[in-house]
């Protein structure tokens, strides 16, 4: 029997508000709208960076809950740079290697999911 093949996945990040963010990953984080539900007040969004899609949906506050993701980028330290310089970037955190071999660093969006950046130091050996 033929099996079917992934080929992507999209994470679906609660929000409280759609518009707030819109205006942080877009211009903070460096995502592009890639479509909306509605024009006026949309509900269900996804932002795309490069190959990665994130899909974003309103949330009642009973309804939200946080997400922690993981995306791998071939240069944490220079998405720092960008993130840093955008303010995105707590005072006093840096990009570390890790003791499971992975390059990255985390923020939270505005709503509190937790975004972490890595790369994969192992496949480099």
Do not use: C
């Amino acid at each position: 029997m033929p099996r079917a093949k992934f080929v992507a996945v999209h994470p679906l990040l609660g929000t409280r508000d759609v518009r707030r963010a819109i205006e942080f990953y877009t211009t903070r984080l460096g995502f592009t709208l890639a479509f909306q539900d509605q024009q006026v007040s949309p509900n269900y969004i996804g932002l795309r960076r490069d190959a990665i899609e994130l899909h974003v949906q309103f949330q009642f506050e009973h309804e939200m809950a946080t997400a922690r993701i993981r995306l791998k980028v071939d240069d944490p330290d220079a998405l720092f740079a960008e993130y840093q310089a955008q303010g995105v970037i707590p005072a006093g955190k840096q990009v570390a290697d890790t003791p499971w071999g992975t390059r990255e660093f985390a923020i939270y969006d505005p709503d509190r999911n937790a975004l972490a950046f890595y790369r994969d130091l192992r496949l480099e050996k």
